[in-house]
């Protein structure tokens, strides 16, 4: 190896060590059972709208009963990119049946930010699996989804629980808006509203309508938690959810060992 090529390599593993480490922030996926979290990533990570029967899901779920049940009960991470303005790299085509993704390698190599996504389990059966992958994957935030044509569940009460006892600041993001009646979604957010403001958790709700708000609550996430509306049918909220997540700020210290050959 010459030594510009030496110099290029090391130019280049520096700065991939900077971008996982300084620019990069891990968010976990949280809510209890068919509140869409695997189809959310599919959607925010390939680009790609759900067709309501879990289009996105099949997208990125690896196991075969997870398919075939619709519920996640391991730990998967999923890389969102953002270019430095702050548009998601995705895949370059949602038209085809079956689309060719980006890698993660590719996500990573063109990103200016990263964010990764980690799908975790919602039902109670695999609650200790959660609790692991909240306490152990140094997370930086974490995306409470809420079906908005449900109350919130037992469930939801404890993940808000898991990620307040950690310290880790949450964004409740209101799922399946497309068709749910008003009355409805008032009632739901009522509830959830009240869950984040008991003494458990003792933060005020606000809900992002407009990119100004991002501003508004990234630097106050210890006493401020955002609501989200969003569809991964309609990609009614995804924009402004795209728009929070590559403004929040990098919270905790990643650290990422990189082995050169000289």
């Known amino acids: 190896m010459t030594q510009n090529s030496t110099s290029d390599a090391l130019s280049d593993d520096t700065l991939f060590t900077q971008k996982m480490s300084i620019h990069h922030t891990r968010v976990a996926v949280i809510g209890s059972v068919d509140a869409g979290k695997s189809t959310l990533i599919g959607t925010l990570t390939t680009g790609i709208l759900d067709d309501g029967r879990g289009q996105s899901r099949n997208l990125i779920t690896k196991y075969k009963h997870e398919i075939e049940t619709g519920r996640t009960s391991t730990i998967s991470s999923h890389l969102l990119g953002f270019n430095t303005i702050g548009k998601p790299i995705v895949s370059s085509s ?12 590719e996500i990573a190599a063109e990103a200016d930010k990263i964010v990764s996504l980690v799908d975790l389990a919602g039902h109670d059966k695999y609650l200790k699996t959660t609790i692991h992958g909240v306490s152990s994957g140094m997370v930086d935030y974490a995306l409470v989804l809420v079906n908005a044509k449900h109350p919130p569940t037992h469930m939801t009460l404890q993940h808000i629980g898991l990620a307040s006892a950690y310290g880790i600041p949450i964004v409740v993001v209101l799922t ?8 409805v979604l008032k009632n739901t957010k009522d509830e959830i509203n009240a869950m984040i403001r008991s003494p458990q958790v003792q933060k005020q709700p606000f809900v992002i309508k407009k990119e100004a708000d991002v501003y508004l609550v990234k630097d106050k996430m210890h006493a401020i938690a955002p609501l989200v509306h969003v569809s991964s049918v309609t990609a009614d909220g995804l ?24």
């Open 94 to 105: 949602s038209k085809t049946t079956k689309p060719k993704l980006k890698t993660e390698d």
């Open 176 to 183: 399946k808006i497309d068709g749910c009646p008003n009355h």
């Open 239 to 262: 924009a402004l959810l795209n728009h929070l997540l590559f403004s929040l700020p990098k919270r905790r210290r990643h650290y990422v060992s990189t082995l050169i050959t000289r």
